[in-house]
Nanobody, 124 residues
C-alpha cells in the first residue's frame, strides 16, 4: 500500500522560507515523477510543480522561488519554498503514480496517490 506523508508546514513571515518533505512508503520515489499541488481555502487545487528523472516543471506563480529535489537514500522529495508571499498560503500536497517517471505531466494531472497535506501559512 502506498503512503505519502508531507511534513514541514507551518507559519512563516512574508519573504521567509520553508521546506516541505514528502516521505513515501510502498513506492520507490527514486524512479517516479512526483508532483506538488496546493489548495487555498475556498479555491480549487492547483498544481505547483513536478520533479521527474529528466525534468522539472513549475507553475508561473512559483517559478524562480520554489524548487523540488529528492533524497534517494530516504525515498523523500522536498519542496523548497523561498520568498514566500501571503498568496502562497495553502495546504500543500505531494503526489505520485506508477505511470510517470522520466517526464512531468501537466500541472492539472490527476496523480494516483496523494499525501494528507501540510498546512503553510504566510503572514506577518
Amino acid at each position: 500500500q502506498v503512503h505519502l506523508v508531507e511534513s514541514g508546514g507551518g507559519l512563516v513571515q512574508p519573504g521567509g522560507s520553508l521546506r516541505l518533505s514528502c516521505s513515501a512508503s510502498g513506492i520507490d520515489l527514486t524512479t517516479r515523477s512526483v508532483g506538488w499541488a496546493r489548495q487555498a481555502p475556498g479555491k480549487e487545487r492547483e498544481g505547483v510543480g513536478c520533479l521527474a528523472l529528466t525534468e522539472t516543471n513549475f507553475a508561473d506563480s512559483v517559478r524562480g522561488r520554489f524548487t523540488i529535489s529528492r533524497d534517494n537514500s530516504k525515498n523523500t522529495v522536498y519542496l523548497q519554498m523561498n520568498n514566500l508571499r501571503p498568496e502562497d498560503t495553502a495546504t500543500y500536497y505531494c503526489a505520485t503514480d506508477t505511470t510517470t517517471g522520466s517526464y512531468c505531466p501537466g500541472l492539472r494531472y490527476e496523480w494516483d496517490y496523494w499525501g494528507q497535506g501540510a498546512r503553510v501559512t504566510v503572514s506577518s
